[in-house]
């Protein structure tokens, strides 16, 4: 299972910025999958999930209302869009394949994160 992320960058608060999980059609149509981030001298923490089957969606209280995540099914693709960025948001993200949970362990596959920076 590879997953490639990117789309991170640098972008002042209240913009916008998208990510993107490439990953193989064996992936995309077997595995659920889900974003974390981490922030320097903090855990991995979850941001949110898409179900492989029911495309139900999951997102941490911190980010609901501001990220979304989907699927592209033509390019094999799970994206994050992440609408009224915050400092706060400032973190690594990863992609991950392998369920909807919240804790990082159920996952079995991760990408190599790509970094967002969100300046105040």
């Known amino acids: 299972v590879q997953l490639q992320a990117s789309g991170g960058g640098l972008v002042q608060a209240g913009g916008s910025l998208r990510l993107s999980c490439a990953v193989s059609?064996?992936?995309?149509?077997?595995?659920?999958m889900g974003w974390f981030r981490q922030a320097p001298g903090k855990e991995r923490e979850f941001v949110a999930s898409?179900?492989?089957?029911?495309?139900?969606?999951n997102y941490a209280d911190s980010v609901q209302g501001r990220f979304t995540i989907s699927k592209d099914k033509r390019l094999k693709m799970v994206r994050l869009q992440m609408n009224s960025l915050k400092p706060e948001d400032t973190a690594v993200y990863f992609c991950?394949?392998?369920?909807?949970?919240?804790?990082?362990?159920?996952?079995?596959?991760w990408g190599q994160g790509t970094q967002v920076t969100v300046s105040s």
């Open positions: 059609r064996r992936t995309f149509m077997w595995y659920s």
């Open positions: 991950a394949a392998g369920s909807t949970g919240m804790n990082p362990e159920e996952y079995q596959s």
């Open positions: 898409i179900s492989r089957d029911t495309g139900r969606t």
